[in-house]
């Protein structure tokens, strides 16, 4: 049974979560005081509002931003002129590099996100986590070239998920 505050909170929840929400709610949502909410909305597959995405890219809870970079799409970008300045910030490029640039969790996120461009990749493959370098060696859009630089870590698990990776040689 949940106590009446935390049904409010599971509603909230479940409405974050839900394929036909609305801009207008999912924009209320994403300064939930809850972190819980705000990475529900972050992690809302259908959440097509480059506005939202670029909020919670910049979230004080490194589980919204990891929600966010793992689910941000470079499509989500294309059709929206979010400033009339030119701010990298409003890229899809712009964030993941900012997000790159985050705590270990948040740049595993990063290496996650099958739409990560390969220079980023490459980045993260440098990382000195052995978790991110992990991350990058299991995400299947690593290049062969990536992988190869991989195959030879330190790190048993990164070389583990290299040699698990199908695009490896």
Known sequence: NFAPYDYELAIRWEIANHFQVTFEILDRLKSDRYDCIRQAVASNKNNPYPEIIIDLANDSAAIVRCAIARNIK?????????????????????????????????????????????SFLDKLANDNSKKVRQAVAKNFNSSSKILENLKNDDSFIVSYAVANNPNAS
Do not use: M, W
């Open 74 to 118: 470079s499509h989500d970008f294309t059709l929206a002129a979010l400033s009339s300045e030119k701010n990298n910030l409003y890229t899809f490029e712009g964030i993941l590099n900012k997000l790159i640039n985050d705590n270990e969790t948040v740049r595993c996120a990063v290496a996650q996100n099958p739409n990560a461009l390969e």
